[in-house]
Structure formats: structure tokens, C-alpha cells
Nanobody
Framework: QVQLVESGGGSVQAGGSLRLSCTASAYTSSGYCMGWFRQNSEKEREGIASIYTSTLRPSYADSVEGRFTISRDNMKNTLYLEMNNLKPEDTAMYYC?????????????????WGQGTQVTVSS
């Protein structure tokens, strides 16, 4: 089964940047949708970005469009989330996620495998 391990979370000031990484098992290199979800105390867990292959356009939630960039490096079995111009409302636990098959251009795809999460805190 697929195992996912996130890293790169931390505390930053508003307007700053962070890059999250998710190291996956080798089986996610082909035929898997991968993405990022987040959850804070005031909201349900929500999908914010997804990607199927590096040749297809990724999908983003409206709340992060233009600020976050998702990418994957199949050679390293690693998923990334580049977060720029961070806002206090971006504060949340961020989770790497994966599922067999295409994302179908959905950010809230049906997840089969979850990472343990990494905390991102943005102060004003």
C-alpha cells in the first residue's frame, strides 16, 4: 500500500512563503492522483490542489489559485506544494493525499491514502 510522509511546515509571517514536500512510495509514480488537503478548527478538511501527471494541468481551489503551485517529481516519488503570499487564513494542518486513477480535475477527490499532516501557521 501507498505510504505518504509530509514535511516543510512551519510558522511564517503574512506574505511569506513555504514549500511543502510529500515523499511517497514508488507505486505513486504512475497512475495515481495526488494532492493536498488542509483543515483548521473552523472548517472541514478541504482539497486545495491536485495533480495526476506532470503533463496535465493541475487543479486548485479558488482560495489558493494564483498563490499556490502543486508539482510532482516522479523520479524522486515526491509531491510539492509551493505556497506564496501566505495569509493568516491559510493557517491549517496540511495533508498529502493519493488515490489510484485520475483526479478528473477535482481538488476534492476520493482519497485512498493520507499522510500524517504538517502544520502551517501564518501570523499577521
Amino acid at each position: 500500500q501507498v505510504q505518504l510522509v509530509e514535511s516543510g511546515g512551519g510558522s511564517v509571517q503574512a506574505g511569506g512563503s513555504l514549500r511543502l514536500s510529500c515523499t511517497a512510495s514508488a507505486y505513486t509514480s504512475s497512475g495515481y492522483c495526488m494532492g493536498w488537503f488542509r483543515q483548521n478548527s473552523e472548517k472541514e478538511r478541504e482539497g486545495i490542489a491536485s495533480i495526476y501527471t506532470s503533463t496535465l494541468r493541475p487543479s486548485y481551489a479558488d482560495s489558493v489559485e494564483g498563490r499556490f503551485t502543486i508539482s510532482r517529481d516522479n523520479m524522486k516519488n515526491t509531491l510539492y506544494l509551493e505556497m506564496n503570499n501566505l495569509k493568516p487564513e491559510d493557517t491549517a494542518m496540511y495533508y498529502c493525499a493519493a488515490a489510484k486513477g485520475s483526479c478528473l480535475y477535482q481538488v476534492n477527490f476520493r482519497v485512498q491514502y493520507w499522510g500524517q499532516g504538517t502544520q502551517v501557521t501564518v501570523s499577521s
